[in-house]
Structures are given as C-alpha cells and as structure tokens.
C-alpha cells in the first residue's frame, strides 16, 4: 500500500528565509509525486508534480521539489519565503499518472515570521 | 474560466440523516475525484468517476456512494450520517493523464 510521510507538523521560518519541506513516501512502483498548498478554508492547489524525468521539478510560486529514488523523498524547496506562502503543504503519492487515488501526508504548516 | 464549484459551502445535519454533496468540475474536465478532509488531517480519497463510472475507489464504506451525470459533474451521497463523519469534503477534477487535479473549496459537514 502506498503511504506518505511528512515528519514535520509545523514549521516557522523568517520572510526572506530558504525553506525545505520534507516528505517520505512509500509506493511498490514508480511514484507520480505531488506538492498541493491549502489556505485556510480553501480547496488544494497544485504547486508542482514529478511523473518522471528530470527529477528536479519545478513549480509555481517560485517552488521546487527534487525527487531522490534511493531516499524514497520528494522534499519541497523554496530559497526566499514570502508572508503569502504561510499555508499548510501537503505532499501526495499517485497511483498512475492521472493520480485519481492520491494518498496525501497530513500536511505541515508553514508559519512566516516578519 | 470557473474552476471546481462545490454546492454547498457548508452544512449541518444530524446523525442518521442523509446529505448530497454537489460538484461542478473545471471546463474540459471528464473525471472526478472525491476526498474527505478531517480537521488536521490530509484529504483521504473516497473514489472517482469517470464516464458517468466509478472507476476507483477507496476504502469507505458503501455509506458513501456517488453519481456523475452526462455534462461530468457529480455528486456525493453519504447515508445513515454519523459523527464522524463531519469533515470538509473535497472534489477535484482532471483533463485526464498526465495532469493533477484542480480542486474545489470543499463542503464543510457538520453532523450533530
């Protein structure tokens, strides 16, 4: 079964700061990987997603994520924090490239300092 | 261009009711996926539909059943409510392959 990990609850960086968030999954296959960011009260919203390829990915809002097979890991990176970016992040493992059965983390909280 | 519509935004029923969730996808969005959210938690898939299909489900019980009708929106019909049920409930649409979802705001369910 697939499953997904995100070791950090919360998190608290400074605006202007970089920014890693973690995530471990666990799949039998190749993975279709995705970072989505929740607003308070909002539905998900897409930052980026790994099928295959460059496992360097980029994505809006000035995020990347970086896919590692043998760390099982697809860390979410940012190298210059905004207040607006102060939401909940959650990391997802797909089943298959349209992803319909995503397992998602539970999320982490990223709170900004000013 | 609307993206997902849900309908509606909140809602509170009592235990053993019934409720019907309704979800509009994106324009030229065919398949439709359905999640429920607890507080705190990560959304957790119930199942899909496409071409007026369930072709994915997972693992909730036949409670909760869904529907999607000719012009791709659908609906989610959750029976015999119970406590736990409460949760905000999350639609997401696709083009197909090779595409994440957009999704909607959600339902927020209370069951009392």
Redesign the interface.
């Known amino acids: 079964a697939q499953s997904?990990t995100q070791p950090d609850i919360h998190i608290t960086v400074s605006e202007g700061a970089s920014l890693e968030l973690r995530c471990n999954y666990s799949y039998g296959a190749t993975p279709y990987l995705?970072w989505?960011v929740q607003s308070p009260?909002?539905?998900?919203?897409?930052l980026l997603?790994y099928?295959s390829g460059d496992t360097l990915v980029q994505g809006i809002k000035g995020f990347e994520a970086e896919f590692k097979r043998s760390q099982s890991s697809f860390n979410l990176r940012k190298p210059s924090v905004h207040w607006s970016d102060a939401a909940e992040y959650?990391c997802?493992v797909g089943a298959?490239?349209?992803?319909?059965?995503?397992?998602?983390?539970?999320?982490t909280t990223l709170t900004v300092k000013p | 261009d609307a993206g997902?519509t849900q309908s509606p935004t909140h809602l509170i029923k009592t235990r053993g009711q019934q409720v019907t969730l309704r979800c509009s996808p994106k324009s030229g969005h065919d398949?439709v996926?359905w999640?429920q959210q607890a507080l705190?938690?990560?959304?957790?898939?119930i199942f899909?539909y496409y071409e007026e299909e369930e072709?994915?489900r997972?693992n909730f019980p036949d409670r909760f059943s869904g529907h999607q009708f000719p012009n791709y929106s659908s609906e989610l019909n959750v029976n015999a409510l119970l406590l736990g049920d409460s949760a905000l409930y999350?639609c997401?649409s696709?083009p197909?392959?090779?595409?994440?979802?957009?999704?909607?705001?959600?339902t927020r369910l209370t069951v009392v």
């Open positions: 997904v995705f989505y009260g909002q539905g998900l919203q897409l997603k099928f959650f997802a298959g490239t349209n992803a319909g059965k995503s397992t998602f983390g539970d999320g | 997902v398949t996926s999640y705190g938690q990560g959304p957790q898939f899909q072709r994915q997972g999350l997401a696709t197909g392959a090779n595409y994440g979802y957009t999704f909607g705001s959600g």
